[in-house]
C-alpha cells in the first residue's frame, strides 16, 4: 500500500513536471521558438550534420516571427549543402521565390538566385530574377549584372539567300530566287515561291506570282486580287499600300480599294506616316491626304523598306544636309547623314565620318565612335567597328561582338545577320524561352 502510494506520488510529480515544462514552452514567443530551433540545428550543422536540421529550420521559418529572415538564410545553407540528395534544389529554389515574392527583399537576394540559376544553366529564370530585383529596387548592381547576361545568343540553323529589315515581328527572305515571310527568328511562315512580297501586316502580305498580284494570309491562302493593271507596289503597313500605276504611285487598302491621289514616289507608311514627293519635292503625309511635313525639301531619310516616322520623328534632307524634325518643328542641329528611328530607342546619326546616336530632341546619347551604325531596335543596335558588325547596348557598350559581315535590327527578341553561311537569325536567349524584354 505504501509502496503504491509512493508510486503514485512519483507519477503525480513527473506529470506536474511535464505540465510545467509545456506551460513554459507554450507560454514562449514564436521569435523565442525560432532562437531555440536554430541553436538545435546550429548544432547539428557544425557536427556536419544537416540533414537533421532540416526540420528544425523548415519549423523556425514556419513561426512566421521576429528571426524568419535569419532563420530563412540558415535554411538556404542547409539546402545548399544538400543539394546533391534528390529534392533540395527544388526547396532552395523555392525558397528563392518565396523571398523574392516579398515587397522588401534586399537585392542581394535578387543577386543570389540569378547566381544559382546560372550556375545551374537556367538563364531565363536567372534573368527574371534580375529583373525582377531591378524594378522593385532599382539597384545597380543587379543591373550591371543583368545587362552582363542578358545578351547571350543562340544562331538559329536556317538561312537564306537575301533578307530585309524585321517588321511587326516578320520579315521578306529571299531563298532560290523566290521570296516569302519568316517570322522574327528566321522559321518560315510562308513559303517563297513568290516574285516579290510585300511586308506583313494585319493578317496579311502583298505577294506576286505568275504577274497576278494579290493579298495571302498566314496560311498562304489568297485573301483579295488587284484586278486594276499595276507596274509594281511597296511595303504594305496601317492598312495602305503604294501602287504603281499609269506611272504614278497611289495608295491602296489591304483589299485593294484605291485612293486618288498621286505621287511621284510614295514610301512605306509607319506610325500612321509615309514620306511621298510630288512636284519634284518631298514631305510627309498622313493616312488621307494631311501633310506632317510639306513637301518643300530635297529628301526624306527613308530605311530600307522605305520607313521614314516613328517616335514623331522624321529626318529631311535639306541645302546637302540633313536635319531632325520632332515635336512638329525642325530642329538646329545638322548630320551628313541618319537613320530613320524605330519605334523604340535613339537614332542613328553620322557627322565627320564617324556615327552616333540621339533621341528625339537631338541631345547626343552615345558619341561619334561607330563606322556604321542602324538606329536602336530594341535596347540594342547594330554597329560596325572595322569590317564586321555587332551590336551595342543603350549606354554605348558592346555586347554582342563585331563577328557579322553585315547585320539588321532586332525585334521580338531576334535580328537578321550576314554569316559565310547566307542570311542567318540571332535570337536573345531570353526571348527563346518566351521572355520579353
Not at 98 to 114: F, G, I, L, W
Not at 234 to 247: C, K, M, Q, T, W
Not at 354 to 365: A, C, E, L, R, S
Request: proline share 2%.
Amino acid at each position: 500500500m505504501r509502496r503504491a502510494s509512493r508510486i503514485l506520488i512519483g507519477a503525480g510529480c513527473v506529470f506536474l513536471l511535464l505540465m510545467s515544462w509545456l506551460i513554459a514552452v507554450s507560454s514562449k514567443s514564436n521569435a523565442e521558438k525560432q532562437l531555440d530551433l536554430m541553436r538545435q540545428a546550429a548544432g547539428l550543422t557544425g557536427d556536419g550534420i544537416y540533414i537533421l536540421a532540416v526540420p528544425l529550420l523548415e519549423e523556425a521559418v514556419g513561426y512566421n516571427a521576429a528571426y524568419t529572415i535569419e532563420a530563412e538564410t540558415e535554411l538556404k545553407k542547409v539546402y545548399l549543402a544538400l543539394i546533391d540528395n534528390r529534392g533540395f534544389g527544388r526547396k532552395y529554389s523555392e525558397l528563392l521565390e518565396k523571398q523574392m515574392s516579398r515587397k522588401d527583399t534586399h537585392p542581394d537576394v535578387y543577386a543570389e538566385a540569378a547566381e544559382y540559376y546560372l550556375g545551374i544553366s537556367r538563364l531565363p529564370e536567372a534573368l527574371h530574377a534580375l529583373r525582377t530585383g531591378i524594378e522593385k529596387t532599382g539597384n545597380d548592381r543587379l543591373v550591371g549584372m543583368y545587362e552582363s547576361h542578358r545578351y547571350v545568343y543562340e544562331t538559329n540553323r536556317v538561312s537564306y539567300d537575301s533578307v530585309t529589315a524585321i517588321h511587326g515581328a516578320a520579315i521578306q527572305v529571299l531563298k532560290d530566287g523566290l521570296w516569302g515571310i519568316a517570322r522574327a527568328d528566321g522559321s518560315l511562315l510562308i513559303p517563297c515561291i513568290y516574285e516579290k512580297v510585300s511586308t506583313y501586316s494585319s493578317d496579311r502580305a502583298i505577294v506576286k506570282k505568275d504577274g497576278e498580284i494579290y493579298a495571302v494570309d498566314r496560311n498562304n491562302n489568297r485573301i483579295a486580287l488587284l484586278s486594276i493593271l499595276a507596274a509594281d507596289f511597296g511595303n504594305f503597313s496601317d492598312n495602305r499600300l503604294p501602287l504603281l500605276i499609269d506611272g504614278s504611285w497611289m495608295r491602296a487598302t489591304g483589299d485593294f480599294t484605291c485612293g486618288t491621289a498621286r505621287f511621284e514616289r510614295l514610301g512605306m507608311y509607319s506610325g500612321g506616316y509615309a514620306a511621298a514627293k510630288t512636284g519634284g519635292l518631298w514631305g510627309v503625309i498622313d493616312v488621307s491626304s494631311g501633310w506632317l511635313v510639306p513637301a518643300e525639301y530635297d529628301g526624306i531619310i527613308q530605311d530600307e523598306l522605305g520607313r521614314s516616322y516613328a517616335q514623331g520623328a522624321v529626318f529631311i534632307k535639306t541645302g546637302g544636309s540633313v536635319r531632325l524634325f520632332s515635336g512638329g518643328k525642325m530642329q538646329d542641329e545638322t548630320y551628313d547623314d541618319a537613320r530613320p528611328f524605330s519605334n523604340e530607342g535613339y537614332a542613328a546619326v553620322k557627322r565627320n565620318g564617324k556615327w552616333g546616336f540621339i533621341d528625339t530632341n537631338g541631345i547626343v546619347m552615345i558619341d561619334f565612335l561607330f563606322d556604321d551604325a542602324l538606329s536602336f531596335g530594341q535596347h540594342l543596335a547594330a554597329v560596325r567597328q572595322g569590317e564586321f558588325w555587332g551590336y551595342i547596348n543603350k549606354y554605348g557598350h558592346i555586347v554582342i561582338e563585331p563577328v557579322f559581315i553585315e547585320a539588321k535590327s532586332f525585334s521580338s527578341g531576334s535580328a537578321p545577320v550576314l554569316t559565310q553561311r547566307g542570311w542567318q537569325f540571332i535570337t536573345l536567349l531570353e526571348y527563346k524561352k518566351g521572355a520579353s524584354l
